[in-house]
């Protein structure tokens, strides 16, 4: 595998930074500082160095992206802009794929990756991966909606939601709700159930990552180290 290929899939630069970096001598393979990254290695064993750091191999990716309103979480649409389109070129060659979908309209935080057993795992129900959501509602919600969602909420279909944790702000109409499952316009369902309407919606954490708020609306981060670990450890629990 080329170097600079290398140094794009284990996540920390581009092909463009890696070349930059590697002009300053930033970059060694097997100790030795390399300028031309489209040299070959096997990336099974050469000890390649990014900046002082020890590289390992990850055959998949995994990227963060702060969702903007007027995307689809899909990969294509005859229609409407895709998450990936948000990604640069070498990324979207990597096949990535959103895990879980968010409403176009929903904003806020969308893990994607190329890993499709894990994505598989994580969206499993067995799991109950936690998502967060900060949403504001037209109007204030009733008196008692925190048991209303700790029972289940009864959507207008008859479909009983797991139990749910609603915090809501001092004016009751914005807060934060917990969810463990991912059913289509799931919060929108809830709210419209209480006889209410979701105004804006923005998804705040998944599986216990939060949304990092340095990322402006539109713009990904690769996931670190830890959070890669957690996720896997998740996926892979029994
Ligand atoms: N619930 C919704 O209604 N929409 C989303 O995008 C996510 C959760």
Known sequence: MRIDKFISECGVASRKEAAR???????????????????????????VCFMGRELSYRRYTYV???????????????????????????????????VGRLDKDTVGLMILTNNGPLAHS?????????KEYFFTAA????????????DGVVLADGYECKSALIRLDRD?????????????????RMIAAQGNRVVTLERISFASIPL????????WRYLTEEEISHLEALANKQ
Do not use: W
Request: hydrophobic fraction near 30%; proline fraction near 6%.
């Open 64 to 98: 963060m992206l702060n969702k903007p309103e007027g995307y689809v979480s899909a990969t294509e649409d005859e229609k409407f802009p895709c998450v990936t389109e948000l990604l640069p070129i070498e990324l979207r060659k990597m096949e990535l794929f959103p």
């Open 139 to 150: 109007e204030p919600l009733c008196d008692g909606v925190e048991d209303k969602f700790r």
């Open 172 to 188: 009751r109409a914005s807060g934060i709700i917990t969810l463990t499952e991912g059913k289509y316009h799931q919060i929108k």
């Open 122 to 130: 994580l969206l499993s129900p067995k799991h109950h991966v936690t």
């Open 21 to 47: 970096v590697a002009k300053c001598g930033g970059v060694t393979v097997d100790g030795a500082p390399v300028k031309d990254l489209s040299k070959h290695i096997d990336q099974t064993k050469a000890r």
């Open 212 to 219: 990092d708020t340095s990322l402006d609306r539109g713009e």
